[in-house]
């Protein structure tokens, strides 16, 4: 038998056969809109710190060969001096020599004060972006992931774009600028150097650059293997994360020590990330070998250069000043080249990774919901206006809708057509798989059919602006969030407008029976919820059922959706639930599922659905007199509360 914690966990990888440089170039030139990109929004994030960011870096681009060429100067005028005191001058320091000395002394004192204010300014500035452009691009991808549908979301694909974005969104667009920041210097300084190289010995020119590409070429190759391997780990990196989270939630760890499921996920978690290790290690291991082969020839051309300089001073073709200015500029101009290379590289790089960010901002989205403008309008709690439809409750009906799940070719639903009355209630009923949740995804339009057409007052509610539909319903859903916030904010939070009306929370936690958890909770509604956060509250799980109950009748619905409500309710409770409900749907139409057949009765109709189709539908006594299928698992369920 195969051990678990062998099991394997890698995922089909794309082929990743060597390019050639043809094509590796046209890659490199696709990546520079995303650059344009990441610019724009570094513009719009923060115009003034971008401006001055920029003078800055054009002021450190021209410091160093500033610098080095009066350090020259010092040298021969010290030199020059020492002449004049051999000769028999005066040393003094009111003699010319040393007064231009020492005035040169003091031009490369204030330019280091200068360098010194201008790079203390530089990285003052950097740091106040990355919080600001992190922030800015995390709050794109929070907006983005609003307009998304429940599809894009239930897509491993369209998930992973998403963790991808998320991973690298605080570090990559600021490395991005930044780099660009950097190379714009090196450039600078580079070219500065150049002039100096070039009077001196234009041929060191040509090696300064011959000894730098090669370790370019390496760092750009292993750059895209970098990327590829960070790419083709996001599902991975998602599992990782689950196997972890399975062992630090509450949620789960009454399974894992009940079946000694702790060894088994550990071993699965460890197998993961040590095959993440012996990646990582094989590319840092090229990184080092390359990386050292290729600093050790640039070091032999700088000495070579260096040997030359040395004996063209020797001979006195340059004096003592241009070999101290040779040295340092061809060891720092060799330093700026392979910076701007590496800079590329990195460039490159953060280019490859800020394209995820903009597959997952580009990702087309069929319902999209209209964002507020600014951050102050985001936050207000003006409740949107009903002006498309007539208010009041409106016939619901469902035209041969059929629906099947994006890449999965079995129907969920096929062939229903259903009308519901305003202020009818309905209730369904059906094995699991029978296409209930599903029927209830469509009614929200979290999904659209993919035949037939769902109307909502005799409109299709594709044609209904979605801030319009979705105030005009609430539900309850099986799978109810437990918000980590306030009792209050729990139920508030089911109309936002009205989130801070205390009576009105107050009125819905009595409609959905979290009276009686707030009577119990030492802070009352404002008493925190979960263990997430200090002094946070836990309850039960039908006490969490009956706060995501209350947040339902918060909205001033006309439809009202209750998917299995009372699944964790005991007997007492149920019954309370259900005789507050008989009076609060009055004058809504309501859709009710649960498998607990004595609640389906006092609905004014039962559907009953089989293999994503109708079966029957009636009222109790209609279809226990047929003898049909709801009549067999009314019977079955009664037979099981006469055997207990």
């Known amino acids: 038998m195969t051990s678990p914690h062998a099991l394997d966990l890698k995922p089909p990888r794309p082929s990743s056969g060597p390019k050639s440089w043809k094509n590796r170039a046209r890659e490199i030139v696709s990546l520079g809109p995303f650059i344009g990109r990441t610019f724009r929004i570094l513009v719009s994030t923060s115009p003034r710190i971008t401006v001055v960011l920029a003078l800055t870096t054009v002021l450190s681009g021209t410091f160093p060969a500033a610098l080095a060429w009066v350090g020259k100067l010092i040298i021969d005028s010290v030199v020059s001096a020492s002449h004049v005191v051999a000769a028999g001058g005066s040393a003094g320091f009111g003699s010319p020599g040393v007064k231009h000395t020492l005035a040169l002394i003091a031009l490369e004192l204030g330019l280091m004060v200068l360098s010194l204010a201008n790079t203390r300014t530089s990285a003052l500035l950097r740091e106040l972006l990355r919080a600001e452009l992190g922030n800015r691009i995390n709050v794109d991808i929070l907006e983005k992931a609003l307009t998304l549908d429940l599809a894009h979301f239930q897509d491993s694909e369209t998930y992973d774009k998403m963790q991808r974005a998320r991973r690298e969104a605080s570090a990559r667009p600021l490395s991005m600028v930044l780099g660009v920041a950097s190379l714009a210097q090196g450039a600078l300084t580079l070219a500065s150097y150049t002039v100096l190289l070039a009077r001196l010995a234009p041929w060191s020119v040509a090696v300064l650059f011959a000894a730098s590409i090669p370790a370019f070429l390496s760092e750009a190759r292993l750059s895209t293997e970098s990327f590829r391997l960070a790419s083709w780990r996001a599902p991975e990196t998602r599992r990782l994360n689950y196997l972890e989270w399975i062992l630090t939630r509450d949620s789960h760890v009454k399974e894992v020590k009940l079946f000694a499921l702790g060894e088994l996920i550990l071993g699965r978690y460890k197998s993961l990330f040590d095959k993440f290790f012996r990646e990582d290690r094989a590319l840092a291991l090229r990184r080092f070998a390359w990386g050292l082969s290729l600093t050790l020839a640039s070091l032999g051309a700088f000495y070579a250069c260096y040997a030359l300089a040395a004996r063209r001073a020797a001979i006195g073709q340059i004096t003592l000043g241009d070999l101290t200015l040779y040295v340092a500029v061809f060891r720092q101009g060799q330093g700026a080249f392979q910076s701007i290379l590496g800079g590329l590289s990195g460039l490159y790089e953060d280019a490859l990774f800020m394209s995820n960010l903009f597959a997952f901002l580009d990702l087309p989205v069929e319902h999209t919901l209209r964002l507020a403008s600014s951050p102050s309008a985001s936050h207000a709690h003006v409740a949107p206006t009903l002006a498309t439809l007539p208010t009041g409750p409106l016939t619901l009906e469902l035209r041969d809708v059929s629906f099947r799940y994006p890449g999965n070719a079995k129907w969920a639903l096929r062939h229903l057509s259903l009308t519901l009355a305003p202020g009818e209630v ?38 209904i602006p979605l801030e319009e539909l979705r105030l005009r319903m609430s539900a309850v859903f099986q799978d109810f969030v437990r918000y980590q916030f306030s009792v209050a904010e729990n139920i508030g939070l089911g109309f936002p407008p009205a989130l801070d009306d205390r009576a009105r929370v107050e009125a819905a936690a009595r409609a959905g029976g979290a ?53 964790s309710l005991d007997a007492e409770a149920e019954y309370e639930m259900w005789r507050r409900f008989q009076h609060l749907v009055t004058g809504k139409t309501a859709l009710l599922i649960s498998h607990r057949m004595s609640t389906l009765r006092l609905a004014h109709r039962i559907v009953v659905l089989r293999g994503g189709t109708i079966e029957e539908q009636g009222t109790h006594e209609e279809l226990m007199a047929r003898d049909g299928r709801y009549a067999h698992l009314f019977k079955l369920q009664a037979q099981g509360y006469v055997d207990s």
């Open 515 to 567: 009276d009686a958890v707030v009577a119990t909770l030492p802070q009352g509604l404002d008493t925190t919820l979960g263990g997430f956060f200090e002094k946070g509250q836990e309850i039960s799980v039908g006490q969490w059922q009956k706060v995501a109950t209350s947040r339902a009748f918060m909205r001033p619905a006309e439809i009202l959706i209750l998917d299995e409500p009372t699944a």
């Open 426 to 463: 309905v209730a369904l009923c059906g094995d699991n798989g029978a296409g209930k949740s599903t029927l209830v995804n469509l009614l929200l339009r979290l999904f659209d059919p993919t035949e037939g057409v769902i109307l909502y007052g005799g409109r299709p509610l594709a044609e």
